[in-house]
Structures are given as C-alpha cells and as structure tokens.
C-alpha cells in the first residue's frame, strides 16, 4: 500500500456549466444555440445541478471524499453590467453551506471557462476594463466566500487563452470541443489574453487577500508534452506558452492547480497525433495515467515552494473498471513525486458526474451516473472505491 500525508484531501470536482443546467446567460450558451454553430449539442438541462447540488454532495459523503471543487457561475450573479443578484449569491452560499453541513470542505472556482454575455459583448478577456470587471466579480462573490478556505481564481487559463474569441468545437468536435485539450491541433495562446487573466487573477487574489485568510490560486492544463529524440528545444519552446509559463506565473500564490490527462509527444515538426496503436479515452486522448505524475513535477519545477494541488484528473469512458485501473496508476505516480519531497496538498477527481463535456455528452468521465431524461444519479463502483482509497488516505500501488 502506498500511504499519503497526514491531512491529506480527497475529493472530487465539478463546473457550473457543465452541470447546473440552463446557464441562457453565458456566452457558451450563446455559442451553443447560434445559427451554424458547430458545437454537437446545447448543454440544455445539464445535470440539474442548480437544483440537485444537495443530493450530489451527498455522494461525497456517503462514500467517504471529504472534499468538493465546484464553480460559481459569473453569468448568474452578475446577469447585466453592474447588476448583481443578491438571490444567486444567496444560492451559492446554501451551497457552501449545505458542504459544510455534510462534511464537505469546499473548494470554490471563481472563472470556469464562461462568462457573461454582456462581457463577451465587451471583448470579454480582451476588453480594456476585464481586468477590473473580474476584480469587482470577486468582491461581489465574497458573502459566498466567508468562512471558505480554498479559493481558485481561474480555472485552465492556458485553454483560456487558446480559445479565446474562437469556436473550441471548430478545431476538433469530433467528440465534443473538450477533446481540443490534446496540443495536437490547438491554435496558439493569445498572449494578450494570457497577459490580462494573470493581472485579472493577481487582481483577484489581492481582493481575497485583504478580506480574509484564504488560500487562493489557478488551476493548469498541464499538457505533459514529450520529445522525441532529438527534439528537446523543439519541446520546450512549444511547450513553454502552453503550460510552462502559468505554471511559473503562480510562484508566490498560495498553491497551484495541476489539471492532468494525457501526453502530447512532440517531433521535429511540432505536437504528433496519437498513435493509431495507442489505447485512447472516449475523448480520443491517450490512456496515460503517468500525465499525473509529469504534471505535479512540472509545477514544482516551475513553482517552486508552491504547494500543488491535483485539481482535476480523470478518464472518459465506459469501462468503470478501466477508470479504477487508471486513477490507481495516476495515483502510484503522483505518490512517487510526493516520495521525492514535493508538497502535494490534495487529490479532485474529474469529474463527479457524467456532465456536459463542451460540447457533448458522450465523453463520460464521471464517478456517478446520471440518466439524461429523469436526472436519477447512479454511483459507480469507481466512486465507491476512491472513498475507500480516501478513508485509508492509501492506495494499493499500479504495476
């Protein structure tokens, strides 16, 4: 058995898009119902999460993860420019709340991924007051924050930046534009957007800072790029405004978000397709567990002293028994870098539910099941399983 720290967190992790349902004023939503669009289906009722957040925390408790990450929606709290909604702050404050009153230690998202539609009217990150806008977002959600000790400002800026003022399913939708986290076919990070989302997250954690003691950070899409012989420099240079920059940009935060997958290797001509031979995920991603293990190095390396945080890693698939296999290789790796001395404050498993994958339903990455007509959850066995990994704060190791 591989044992993990002392005080270790476990737990599991969610986005208000992708599950709360009928988020009319967000630009994906938007995006998902304009004429032409390539998005494969609207996000529709989601999970209907925004009414069933009780019954979803309750899963976290009944099987023993003691942790839950999900997001407010900016969209719903500030529906116009300079309105804001004491009654959805009121909402995600139950919310809040209702985690405490289970057990549940709350992680709390400020930015994932959409926005308002007023601030895409705007220019969203590139409009010259977003910086501003974002700082005011935060002090407006600080009634939901008291008493919250984990806070992430940004969810995947690096994915933010790519994708910015384009169409994510435009450039792979073949199983939903959640599938564009693989590099291979990824358009460039804007570098003013990259610039604005640091000011905008140094902006936030200054708001946070002089409110409360709260330990505020981002999350990264850690891409685990790999050269091939050779391709070193090829590599690195790639993979330096990808990853490696947010990364570094989080030295003096309280911790930092590593988000793993998968791996892009990457040849004299940049970023290579998946192998035909290779086992892929139902986002056509490589099945490698190892993504985890690279991504923790890759952030302590960048960030040093920082504290990590696993805030996201999962599988898309149908095979609950592969999920099992998966997480316990991820988790044998990212006990290995914990071995070498890097502080590692926690392990959220993506995700919680079967939800809405930007784009599409197919990709099933959850612990619990959830019918698309009735909203009936069904836990899986994976589910029930890393609650006993998380009581035991231990995992049998993966060959």
Same mark, same amino acid.
């Given at each position: 058995?591989?044992?993990?720290?002392?005080?270790?967190?476990?737990?599991?992790?969610?986005?208000?898009? /992708?599950?709360?349902?009928?988020?009319?004023?967000?630009?994906?939503?938007?995006?998902?119902?304009? &004429?032409?669009?390539?998005?494969?289906?609207? +996000?529709?009722?989601?999970?209907? +999460?925004?009414?069933?957040?009780? #019954?979803?925390? *309750?899963?976290? %408790?009944?099987?023993?993860?003691?942790?839950?990450?999900? &997001?407010?929606?900016?969209?719903?709290?500030?529906?116009?420019?300079?309105?804001?909604?004491?009654?959805?702050?009121?909402?995600? !404050?139950?919310?809040?709340?209702?985690?405490? #009153?289970?057990?549940? #230690?709350?992680?709390?998202?400020?930015?994932?991924?959409?926005?308002?539609?007023?601030?895409?009217?705007?220019?969203?990150?590139?409009?010259?007051?977003?910086?501003?806008?974002?700082?005011?977002?935060? #002090?407006?959600?600080?009634?939901?924050?008291?008493?919250?000790?984990?806070?992430?400002?940004?969810?995947?800026?690096?994915?933010?930046?790519?994708?910015?003022?384009?169409?994510?399913?435009?450039?792979?939708?073949?199983?939903?534009?959640?599938?564009?986290?693989?590099?291979?076919? /990824?358009?460039?990070?804007?570098?003013?957007?990259?610039?604005?989302?640091?000011?905008?997250?140094?902006?936030?954690?200054?708001?946070?800072?002089?409110?409360?003691?709260? !330990?505020? @950070?981002?999350?990264?899409?850690? /891409?685990?790029? /790999?050269?091939?012989?050779?391709?070193?420099?090829?590599?690195?240079?790639?993979?330096?405004?990808?990853?490696?920059?947010?990364?570094?940009?989080? !030295?003096? $935060?309280?911790?930092?978000?590593? *988000? %793993?997958?998968?791996?892009?290797?990457?040849?004299? $001509?940049?970023?290579?397709?998946?192998?035909?031979?290779?086992?892929?995920?139902?986002?056509?991603?490589?099945?490698?567990?190892?993504?985890?293990?690279?991504?923790?190095?890759?952030?302590?390396?960048?960030?040093? @002293?920082?504290?990590?945080?696993?805030?996201?890693? @999962?599988?898309?698939?149908?095979?609950?028994?592969?999920?099992?296999?998966?997480? !316990?290789?991820?988790?044998?790796?990212?006990? %290995?870098?914990?071995?070498?001395?890097?502080?590692?404050?926690?392990?959220?498993?993506? &995700?919680?539910?079967?939800?809405?994958?930007?784009?599409?339903?197919?990709?099933?990455? @959850?612990?619990?099941?959830?019918?698309?007509?009735?909203?009936?959850?069904?836990?899986?066995?994976?589910?029930?399983?890393?609650?006993?990994?998380?009581?035991?704060?231990?995992?049998? +190791? +993966?060959?």
């Amino acid at each position: 058995m591989l044992h993990f720290p002392g005080g270790f967190r476990w737990g599991s992790t969610t986005a208000a898009h /992708q599950i709360e349902g009928n988020n009319v004023n967000t630009d994906w939503w938007a995006r998902e119902h304009a &004429s032409g669009t390539t998005i494969e289906e609207p +996000s529709g009722d989601a999970c209907d +999460s925004y009414h069933r957040y009780r #019954e979803d925390m *309750q899963v976290l %408790a009944d099987v023993g993860l003691g942790m839950y990450r999900f &997001s407010l929606e900016w969209a719903r709290i500030e529906p116009e420019k300079g309105f804001v909604s004491r009654a959805e702050l009121d909402h995600y !404050r139950r919310m809040v709340d209702t985690a405490r #009153e289970l057990g549940i #230690e709350p992680m709390v998202t400020l930015h994932h991924f959409t926005i308002p539609r007023w601030f895409e009217s705007d220019g969203g990150w590139l409009a010259p007051d977003a910086v501003d806008r974002f700082a005011r977002f935060t #002090e407006a959600a600080l009634p939901v924050l008291d008493g919250v000790e984990w806070v992430c400002t940004i969810n995947e800026p690096n994915m933010v930046a790519m994708f910015a003022g384009t169409d994510p399913a435009a450039v792979d939708s073949g199983a939903g534009a959640h599938t564009t986290m693989q590099a291979f076919g /990824q358009p460039a990070p804007n570098p003013r957007v990259a610039d604005t989302l640091l000011a905008a997250h140094r902006a936030a954690r200054d708001v946070l800072g002089a409110a409360g003691p709260f !330990r505020s @950070g981002w999350t990264v899409a850690t /891409q685990d790029f /790999q050269p091939e012989p050779g391709c070193e420099e090829i590599a690195r240079a790639y993979a330096y405004p990808r990853d490696a920059w947010y990364l570094e940009a989080a !030295r003096g $935060d309280d911790w930092v978000g590593v *988000q %793993a997958y998968t791996r892009t290797k990457v040849g004299a $001509d940049g970023p290579l397709p998946v192998p035909d031979d290779a086992e892929t995920t139902l986002t056509g991603w490589e099945v490698y567990p190892g993504a985890l293990e690279d991504g923790v190095r890759l952030a302590h390396a960048m960030a040093p @002293g920082v504290p990590v945080f696993v805030t996201e890693n @999962g599988i898309a698939t149908a095979d609950d028994a592969r999920r099992i296999e998966y997480v !316990r290789g991820a988790l044998t790796g990212l006990h %290995a870098a914990i071995a070498d001395g890097i502080r590692v404050e926690g392990y959220l498993y993506w &995700s919680l539910l079967d939800n809405y994958e930007w784009g599409s339903y197919a990709p099933t990455f @959850g612990l619990v099941a959830v019918d698309r007509e009735t909203f009936v959850r069904a836990v899986k066995p994976s589910a029930s399983w890393l609650g006993e990994v998380a009581r035991a704060n231990a995992v049998e +190791s +993966s060959p």
